[in-house]
């Protein structure tokens, strides 16, 4: 292939490789030309251009197959326009000549088609350029148009479109020729001929004047015809040209009305012309009148369709603005198209017609207006509806019946009515809360209107209305309770009106079906209400004969709405429901029998429609209340069932007596009991089998039916990749809902809800906008097939051997059409049978059931009927499965081998070849494995017939299946696959377009096969790998959307795994275009590939669509709206259109993926996209500057600031009229907010997104580059938009995205004002964005929302002003009002789960204000210095003054509200507490519900408690804590005066409870909450939660009552730490492991002071004994702690569970372990070492809480843990600092050696042995050691000296010990380290002092002289830093010390080391001036310390002195200089204060 890549054609290449090889060699050279051609050097291209022309003229005449000569065409044609032009009339010669040609063999016509190709493009590229051979081209091209065969007419077609196109104007004198020649064909047999006559008039029509004026009719009629038998490629073909012909004619282009004075078509005449072809096709006009349209001859349905489609084509073309002026025409026009006589000649054509006109309103008034213009369009609707209805009831009221026709015009209207009000209804839907207006507008009173239509005589209208009420109730969920009373009062009041009865109860029953949509709710006491109505409706059915059908109808329509209400509620009227579904069936066989002899045909047609009601309101209970289903409901349920299976059997007879018009009574009856029994297990009705399934098997064998009526389900449990072969059958396309029409089985589309009113209130399936159940014959057998696949597995073997004989017996008895109807209803049934079989597991059945089976599917494979042998193939494919042995799979599949290798038709080969696809499909590669090859070969062989597309196409995708099934055991047969799919490709007419998908399909399957291999480089694979390239760019070049998606998708596959390989350069410009594309399946496929490949390369896939964009501003051909924001921008535009829900979904996910990978690169790109998105609410364009920042410094009257709040935003926008783009709609304006929140979340990593002043100058540096919080003002913007936005669920999102921004900018300074933050100036911006969200009429969900922003604000300490926070805190206040107002107060419109969720929203945030104001005021306490908040640079705080919060002003705003709160606080934790009681325990839950939740909701409930409740805990926590457990006491005695408090559950006894019991009472409450929510919180609890129960139990065990509390119920404390330790285990961040030691110190502190009391007032009961307290405390004498009840145990357990896990080295099991490497020790992150600090101090506290011998028990464990962590953590610092772990450590072993236990005797030589053994591993840590280089012997000797000092007696004479502590100090000594020495001088001074001379005395001996030395040698170097003379400065306090320590006979000799080394440290006086700071400092010090020795020892001075008389003469020189100089000093000296001796260095901690 790479030879192929040059710019001539390698000719010597070519001549080496095969024959078969040559046109794909071509083909890539072709290829590789295009691509070059554009951007070579003309100067190169000129050289080369003879030969190159030759080469390509060559390549015309070599029969070029259909891409190549496509290829090749543009090639020639873009060298021509590079390159000289003069040799292009040769080449257009040549052309001409060839087409001229008279050769019609079919060898030649390659040859001709290209040489036709060429001309096109050359025309297309050069147009005027060729200029005068037009002409001639033209009229030789229209002299091979009469005589081509069908290929090459599409050909002739398309070229003459390019020609056209290519000229422009300057071909009018052709025009009529073209016209003429072009519109015979339009009705030709082959239909890509009818598609190509469309394109070409389409193209004329630009130019053509006479097309749309004088020849406008006939084009019409034309347009008619060619409907007529039209495929789906036509309709839209041939709609475009109707379409936009019309369109054209009344509102022509400018150009061509300015040429020729051109008379314009009216609306009128247009809508007329195009109202002809939808009432009458196409079969000519009648201009004489109107006798024919009353005569016969319905529409053909394709010309329908395509006319609805044109219709479409027709508005979209005149665009959004037209349709806005003239929607009241339009709309009057389609209507009446609907109420045209002709539209609704059968009932099936009505709704046909209807489906027409409701897909026409939604595809114009649904995509093309925005929500203004659609809110008018609505009240136009409303308008036409009430017009209708006021002739309606003109007639229904006129008594006398003068008006005759009026009966029609109402059977007429009722269509009408249909249409208007499900648009009405899909419109108020879509628009979703924005609708509001529209209904709130009295002028246009919609409600009422749609209400009127209730009373309509006409079902079917009175269906549309209820179900237009549904669609208010969902959009505008506040609108459900009052229209439920509303029509439950109206039923009430007209009663004896059978249409009130029959309209009002549709309605109930609709508002009840979209409960479920409306996340709110409605009131529990709605369902009453329901079942109440229901009820009286049933008793009262049989008073009054006339009402007696309508009323059953109703109460049971009513009942089985209400099951949709869910199990909750449900429950309450389960056994009224029972009751009422026993007594509408007889009770016994007796009764059965005498009701037959009974009643007479209206009495039996009442009874049959009240069972079919029964068993309906029971389905729809088994479907939506499963957990209800309990064995014994279904024993109840099976009574009436099975009663109405027995009366089956009857009902033929009395149908025989009564009339036959029962029998669609008798047929609902069995539709509901097939749909019930679908959705029982099989098992509950065992019993009744065989007549079950004789009744189904009648049903769908058509035996007692004379219809053919044939099932819906066969497409469905055909596999969805088959409807290629089902050429009728089409894919999912925008036109589905229309197209369904024309699909082959009875009735198809044809769903309305009449059918079955009961859809009303069910599910809406997935994908449909509307429920349109088919009608009530088809609906019976897709029931009866359905529930044929549930029976099946569960009979036996024989009975199946009998059904399926008598199947072949049915098929053989038809004849004809009924033959194929029985045939496609029983493989429907045996697939669904199979399906069954294979879900359960089961098998078929013995060799005579599978033999029977067998022969019945064999038969239907070479069935004429594409669809049946479809179904045949996938029933084999199912059979191999479900018996799944080898042997019986081998003779299918020999059987079908045989049969391929014999036979020659069509349809055996097509079927036998789909068999053995469905074979593998459904055994898999391993099972079908030995049949791979033969398989495989057949295929390959049938492929390659030419003669028959039919079965390429067949073979084709059979082979796909193999290939996909077989995986990696097909890796043999890729090559010659892969080579036999390019072939084709090159070969295939185009318009054979199912052969092109298989091929697709194959590519795809064995790009999959291959799978990661592809990246690999070898010659084999590259090979692989260029070939499955080349089958892509050619069908990207097709001209069908289904083989471009193929190719799309076969693409994303290889971009998966060979992402090198694929160029997205020229991938994603090609999608980007698809985009645009009006295929659904081809924009899926794009959008789905876009997704994919922004996953990874967000970036590149960004910029090639931007290179896109300024590509096509030279080429205006592609239609694309990228403009400069980019891919993003046209995919948040495609929100707007597109409605399929996948497509949007992907279109979210490729946002996302792009957003993730580019938004924080690229800030305020994206911020703006969200912006415009976003500001679009009011219009297209915002207007008017916005007053954003409010004044700082206005008067502060309340008024001004509400007024300034709401102006805010005035400013936003005055409408734009010149944009005809659609504002973006809710959802995305929804979608866009989310955006937001995602893009504050994705800066999150980056801090200086949040730091004003370091983004300012990141910016200075690197302008490109974007912070966010630059953008802040944008942020607050559109937040405020979309918080005050008309839709909820835009509101929801903008009040996240409120508080987002609070939260991550609450703390951000604002540099210009220190003191205060930058979300200050935006405090009345969050005022206004919230007052809206606590006005009465807004929805809990968002009351709730606000409240956590106002918590937030108030919380984030932004504002510093109270006045300015009490505006949000007023919102507040206002809303605690609401929740004190109790239950039921208030009117409900929405469930009682949903105050719950409010109220419950309120007291959190209440809490969470409390939370914060009591940290404020606690950090206020303990620093009350400084001002609370301060900027982040430490500047002066002297300039904040006045603008600091005083410490307690947020208390102040909560303490008026403190004492109501905290009992709504404490009710509202009651309640929690009962909710979390497991399920065993509900019969404790009180029967009236909580304080705040009512029993009804009590599982909706759960789930706002449980987001509520942790906040709450911590509040009541710090409140408790903060009154000692006594407030709230005489509150909750006496019965509050305001009676409308919230009840609270426990009852008030008279007698006051004593303190101690509510106190015990309240811990039982806040610990049992805590411990039951720590023992197991959910993964997805937020770890706030954790943290806030955690802090809640800290605060509580602060209150000394909480604390007594605990300490006496030791279990409970030994309880608390085990859940702890298992929170340690399951959470890991460090906040709450350092929380939980904060909780568990708490809890040991209590443990102590317990145990100090006990000991106190022990001790004083027992002063006399000695030893006494021996056994108090843990563990007793015998010092045993017992696991599970021991408090130090489960301490112990916890703590070392946190050591373990940081410092993992201390488990001695790890260091024996071999593969242990030993680590050296490392600072701790400072987050863990605090961790270890807290745990080791808690450890050095446990001893004390266990009796002596308890204690000696658990100290070896807390020495060696403490010990350990002092050798792991004594690391040394740069900044010589103790790290927190080990000043832990150190004053953990101070604390335990210091502790009483040493006092005790009994435990005395334990004790010593405990102490001594402890310092040897001291000593053996602190040993040096090359391992551990940077150890800190400072810690290490701190800890030595720490035992001399403190365990003196223990130590006194261990010579080994002593000797150990010896070498540490002189190694300290000794160390090179000058801090080291003065450390180490500082603590000998310390041990030398000790009171015991014993411990003393032998360090001073062993250590003094080696220090003396030191200092002596300190003459010889000078000390040169400031650490070093510290450590000399440390050494002579030693020798001081010493010197004083000495006796007074041994002073002298102490002196005389002192004295000398002191003078020797002395300067003379010449060198004091030039000696450096540190030297001086030396001198200084030895000065003074002289002068205050000598007068302290004054006789022994003298004698040293005198001793040595240059000692004299020094120190007399050196005072001397120092007089003279502090003489000079004087002056200076006085403020100078003297050298104090005290040592310099201090500890941070002070250990001793």
Not at 977 to 989: A, D, G, I, K, N
Not at 1823 to 1849: G, H, W
Not at 2004 to 2031: M, V
Request: aromatic share 4%; proline share 5%; charged share 20%.
């Amino acid at each position: 292939m790479e030879l192929a890549h040059s710019l001539l054609l390698n000719e010597d290449a070519l001549a080496q490789i095969t024959e078969a090889k040559r046109p794909v060699f071509i083909f890539e050279w072709l290829r590789f030309l295009d691509k070059v051609l554009v951007a070579a050097n003309k100067v190169d291209v000129k050289e080369k251009q003879k030969k190159l022309v030759e080469q390509l003229t060559g390549l015309i005449s070599s029969a070029p197959g259909p891409p190549t000569r496509k290829l090749l065409a543009k090639n020639l044609a873009t060298l021509y326009s590079i390159g000289d032009t003069f040799t292009v009339f040769q080449t257009l010669d040549k052309c001409n000549e060839i087409i001229k040609s008279k050769d019609d063999t079919p060898a030649y016509l390659p040859t001709k088609l290209a040489a036709v190709a060429c001309v096109g493009a050359f025309y297309e590229k050069m147009g005027r350029m060729l200029g005068s051979s037009f002409p001639d081209t033209i009229n030789n091209l229209l002299k091979a148009l009469k005589s081509a065969e069908s290929q090459g007419r599409g050909e002739i077609l398309l070229s003459l479109q390019k020609v056209l196109c290519g000229l422009g104007g300057a071909a009018a004198s052709c025009h009529r020729d073209i016209y003429k020649n072009a519109r015979s064909l339009l009705t030709d047999r082959s239909m890509a001929v009818r598609c190509a006559v469309a394109k070409c008039l389409l193209e004329l029509q630009n130019e053509a004047v006479f097309m749309w004026t004088t020849e406008l009719e006939n084009v019409a009629t034309l347009c008619f015809k060619a409907l007529e038998g039209s495929n789906y490629g036509v309709r839209v073909a041939v709609a475009k040209l109707l379409g936009t012909v019309m369109a054209t004619a009344l509102m022509p282009k400018q150009a061509a009305v300015m040429r020729q004075n051109v008379k314009r078509a009216s609306l009128e005449e247009v809508l007329e012309l195009m109202a002809t072809g939808f009432l009458r096709g196409g079969s000519g006009f009648l201009k004489s009148g109107g006798e024919m349209l009353k005569g016969g001859g319905s529409v053909s349905r394709e010309v329908r369709v395509g006319v609805t489609q044109a219709y479409v084509v027709f508005v979209t073309t005149l665009g959004g603005q037209w349709l806005e002026r003239n929607f009241a025409t339009f709309l009057s026009h389609v209507l009446d198209l609907v109420s045209h006589p002709r539209a609704t000649q059968t009932h099936v054509e009505a709704v046909y017609s209807r489906r027409c006109v409701s897909f026409m309103l939604r595809a114009t008034l649904g995509g093309l207006l925005g929500e203004k213009a659609q809110i008018a369009a609505g009240k136009e609707i409303c308008q036409a509806i009430s017009k209708q209805m006021r002739a309606v009831e003109a007639v229904v009221n006129d008594m006398s019946g003068e008006n005759k026709a009026g009966a029609a015009d109402v059977s007429a209207s009722q269509h009408v009515m249909v249409c208007a009000l499900k648009e009405l209804g899909s419109l108020v839907q879509s628009l979703s809360a924005t609708s509001s207006p529209l209904i709130q507008e009295p002028s246009i009173g919609l409600l009422e209107t749609v209400t009127s239509v209730l009373l309509h005589p006409s079902m079917a209208a009175r269906l549309a209305a209820a179900w237009c009420l549904r669609c208010v109730a969902v959009a505008l969920p506040y609108q459900l309770t009052p229209l439920l009373d509303r029509c439950a009062e109206r039923i009430n009041n007209l009663k004896s009106s059978p249409e009130a009865v029959s309209g009002y109860s549709f309605a109930m029953a609709a508002l009840l079906g979209g409960v479920h949509q409306c996340p709110l709710g409605i009131p529990h006491s709605k369902g009453k209400l329901v079942v109440s109505i229901a009820e009286d409706l049933l008793r009262t059915a049989a008073q009054n004969s006339r009402l007696s059908l309508q009323r059953t109808q109703a109460g049971w329509l009513l009942l089985g709405a209400l099951m949709t209400l869910g199990p909750s509620l449900v429950r309450y009227h389960l056994p009224k429901m029972l009751l009422l579904w026993r007594n509408v069936f007889p009770r016994s066989q007796k009764e059965l029998e005498a009701e037959k002899a009974r009643g007479d045909s209206f009495t039996w047609q009442v009874t049959l429609e009240g069972r079919a009601g029964a068993l309906c309101a029971m389905r729809s209970f088994v479907a939506h209340c499963p957990e209800l289903l309990t064995e014994d409901v279904i024993r109840r349920l099976m009574t009436p069932i099975e009663c109405a299976m027995t009366m089956m059997s009857h009902v033929p007879a009395i149908i025989k007596v009564h009339g036959a018009h029962l029998k669609a009574s008798a047929a609902m009856v069995r539709l509901r009991l097939y749909d019930i029994l679908a959705l029982l297990p099989p098992k509950t009705y065992e019993g009744s089998f065989n007549a079950l399934l004789r009744e189904l098997v009648a049903e769908f064998t058509l035996t007692d039916n004379s219809a053919n009526t044939t099932t819906s389900l066969l497409r469905s449990l055909c596999h969805y990749d088959d409807s290629v072969l089902m050429g009728s059958w089409l894919q999912e396309t925008d036109h589905k809902c229309i197209e369904d029409q024309l699909q082959p089985n009875s009735a198809s589309g044809s769903g309305a809800l009449e059918h079955d009113p009961s859809s009303i209130y069910l599910r809406i399936p997935v994908g449909e906008a509307i429920p349109g159940p088919l009608p009530l014959g088809v609906s019976v057998i897709d029931a009866s097939v359905a529930l044929f696949g549930v029976v099946f597995p569960h009979v036996s073997f024989k009975h199946r051997l009998q059904m399926l004989d008598h199947f072949a017996e049915c098929i053989k008895q038809a004849k004809g059409v009924r033959q194929q109807a029985v045939q496609l209803n029983i493989f429907t049934a045996v697939l669904s049978a199979l399906k069954g079989l294979a879900e359960n597991k089961s098998t078929l059945g013995p060799e005579e059931v599978r033999k029977s089976a067998l022969a019945l599917v064999m038969g239907a494979l070479d069935n004429p009927n594409p669809i049946l042998r479809c179904a045949a193939g996938e029933a084999l494919g199912r059979m191999a499965q479900v018996v799944g042995e080898a042997t019986f799979i081998a003779r299918m599949a020999q059987t079908s081998f045989d049969k391929l290798k014999s036979a020659r038709d069509v349809v055996s080969r097509t079927g036998h070849s789909l068999a053995l696809g469905c074979l593998h499909r459904y055994v898999g590669g391993i099972g079908s494995g030995q049949h791979l090859k033969t398989s495989v070969s057949i295929l390959l062989a049938l492929a390659q017939d030419g003669s028959s597309h039919e079965v390429q196409t067949w073979a084709l995708h059979s082979l796909a299946l193999i290939v996909d099934s077989s995986g990696p055991m097909y890796r043999g047969y890729v090559e010659p696959t892969l080579s036999l799919v390019l072939t084709l490709l090159l070969t295939v007419p185009p318009s054979h377009t199912e052969v092109h998908q298989c091929l697709g399909r194959c590519l795809g399957a064995l790009i999959t096969t291959v799978g990661p291999e592809l990246q690999g480089n070898g010659a084999t694979i590259s090979t692989i790998r260029s070939s499955c390239l080349v089958g892509c760019a050619i069908m990207q070049d097709h001209s069908d959307s289904l083989v471009q998606a193929a190719a799309i998708s076969c693409l994303q596959q290889l971009h998966m795994f060979a992402p090198r390989h694929v160029n997205l350069s020229s991938l994603v410009p090609c999608l980007c275009v698809h985009l645009c594309s009006s295929h659904l399946l081809l924009r899926r496929a794009a959008v789905a590939c876009l997704r994919q490949l922004a996953q990874r390369e967000a970036a590149e896939v960004c910029e090639y669509a931007m290179s896109l964009a300024k590509r096509s501003g030279d080429n205006t051909t592609i239609n694309l709206n990228i403009t400069e924001t980019g891919l993003e921008g046209v995919l948040f535009g495609m929100l707007d259109r597109e409605t399929d829900r996948k497509l949007c979904s992907d279109i979210h996910d490729t946002l996302g993926h792009m957003l993730s990978s580019l938004a924080v690169e690229k800030l305020s790109h994206w911020l703006k996209l969200c912006k415009d998105v976003l500001a679009a609410t009011t219009g297209t364009d915002v207007g008017g500057a916005v007053v954003f920042e409010v004044e700082k410094d206005e008067e502060d009257s309340e008024k001004k600031d509400e007024m300034d709040d709401d102006t805010m935003f005035t400013g936003l926008g005055e409408d734009d009229k010149s944009k005809p783009s659609v504002a973006p709609r809710w959802v995305t304006r929804v979608f866009a907010a989310d955006c937001l929140c995602r893009i504050i979340l994705l800066c999150e990593n980056d801090k200086a997104h949040f730091d004003l002043a370091a983004a300012r100058s990141a910016q200075a540096k690197n302008p490109k580059g974007d912070q966010l919080v630059l953008h802040l003002s944008d942020l607050i913007r559109m937040a405020f938009m979309a918080a005050t936005d008309h839709s909820n669920q835009l509101r929801m999102a903008g009040l996240q995205a409120l508080e987002d921004i609070i939260k991550k900018f609450a703390s951000v300074p604002e540099p210009e004002f220190p003191g205060h933050v930058i979300l200050e100036q935006y405090q009345a911006n969050v005022g206004a964005a919230l007052r809206p969200a606590f006005s009465p009429d807004t929805p809990s969900d968002i009351t709730a929302k606000a409240c956590q922003v106002c918590s937030a604000w108030i919380g984030s300490g932004v504002v510093s002003d109270l006045n300015d926070l009490r505006r949000v805190h007023n919102l507040l206040v206002s809303s605690l009002d609401k929740v004190q107002a109790g239950k039921g107060s208030s009117s409900q419109l929405y469930s009682e789960s949903a105050t719950t969720m409010e109220k419950l929203a309120v007291l959190k945030a209440w809490a969470e204000v409390y939370v914060v104001s009591m940290k404020i005021k606690k950090e206020a306490e303990s620093k009350p210095a400084k001002p609370v908040r301060t900027g982040d640079d430490d500047e002066d705080d002297e300039d904040l003054g006045a603008d600091v919060l005083p410490p307690d002003s947020l208390i102040t705003l909560v303490q008026p509200e403190l004492p109501s709160l905290s009992r709504l606080w404490l009710a509202m934790l009651r309640d929690y507490a009962l909710l979390t009681l497991p399920a065993e325990f509900s019969s404790q839950l009180p029967p009236d519900g909580g304080a705040f939740y009512t029993p009804e909701t009590i599982d909706t409930a759960r789930l706002h408690y449980r987001s509520s409740w942790a906040p709450v805990l911590h509040a009541v926590a710090l409140w408790l804590s903060s009154t000692g457990f006594r407030a709230g006491e005489e509150k909750e005695e006496v019965p509050t005066a305001n009676s409308k408090a919230p009840a609270l559950p426990q009852a008030v006894t008279a007698t006051r409870k004593s303190f101690e019991e509510s106190v015990k009472d309240r811990m039982h409450l806040m610990l049992g909450v805590s411990i039951e929510f720590l023992c197991f919180p959910r993964p997805e609890e937020p770890i706030e939660h954790v943290m806030s129960c955690l802090h809640a139990l800290f605060t509580l065990l602060e209150s000394p009552c909480a604390k007594i509390h605990i300490a006496e119920d030791q279990l409970l404390a030994v309880e608390l730490l085990n859940v702890l330790h298992r929170l340690l285990l399951t959470r890991d961040p460090p906040a709450v492991q350092l929380q939980v030691t904060a909780v568990v110190q708490e809890t040991i502190r209590a443990a102590q002071d317990h145990l100090q009391q006990q000991r106190t007032s022990k001790g004083k009961e027992e002063e006399g004994e000695k030893d006494s307290q021996s056994s108090l405390g843990e563990g007793g004498d015998t010092g045993e702690l017992v696991p599970g009840k021991s408090l130090v145990f489960a301490a112990m357990e916890l703590l070392v569970f946190i050591l373990v896990r940081h410092l993992p080295q201390l488990n001695a099991r790890v260091k024996e372990s071999p593969s242990h490497v030993a680590l050296r020790p490392q600072r701790l992150p400072e987050e863990s070492a605090r961790l270890v600090a807290n745990t080791v101090s808690i450890l050095a506290e446990l001893p004390s809480l266990c009796s002596p011998a308890g204690s000696m028990n658990i100290l070896p464990t807390v020495l060696f843990l403490i010990t350990g962590v002092l050798r792991e953590t004594a690391v040394k610092t740069a900044d010589k600092s103790v790290p927190v772990t080990v000043a832990a450590a150190l004053q953990g072993i101070k604390t335990i050696i210091t502790s009483p236990l040493a006092r005790v005797e009994s435990m005395q030589t334990q004790w010593t042995g405990l102490v001594r053994s402890s310092l040897a591993s001291v000593l053996e840590h602190s040993q040096p050691d090359e391992s551990r280089p940077d150890m800190d012997e400072v810690s290490m000797l701190t800890a030595i000296t720490l035992f001399l000092l403190s365990a003196s007696n223990e130590l006194v004479g261990v010579t080994v010990l002593q000797k150990g502590c010896m070498d540490r100090f002189r190694n300290a000594l000794n160390s090179s380290d000058p801090w080291v020495q003065a450390r180490c001088y500082q603590l000998l001074l310390s041990v030398f002092q000790h009171s015991s001379r014993a411990l003393s005395t032998p360090y001073i001996h062993a250590l003094a002289p080696l220090m003396v030395e030191k200092l002596k040698a300190v003459e010889r170097s000078r000390p040169g830093t400031a650490a070093e003379l510290q450590a000399v400065q440390e050494g002579i306090r030693v020798l001081e010390n010493l010197v004083g320590m000495g006796e007074e006979q041994n002073r002298v000799q102490l002196l005389a080391l002192l004295v000398p080394t002191l003078i020797s440290y002395l300067l003379d006086e010449n060198a004091i001036s030039s000696a450096p700071q540190v030297s001086k400092g030396l001198h200084d010090f030895a000065l003074q310390n002289l002068m205050r020795i000598g007068p302290l020892y004054p006789a022994a001075f003298k004698i040293v002195i005198g001793a040595a008389p240059e000692l004299k003469i020094r120190l007399e020189s050196a005072i001397r200089a120092n007089q003279a100089s502090s003489r000079a000093k004087a002056a200076a000296r006085q403020a100078q204060p003297t050298v104090q001796a005290a040592p310099t260095i201090k500890l941070k901690t002070s250990f001793f």
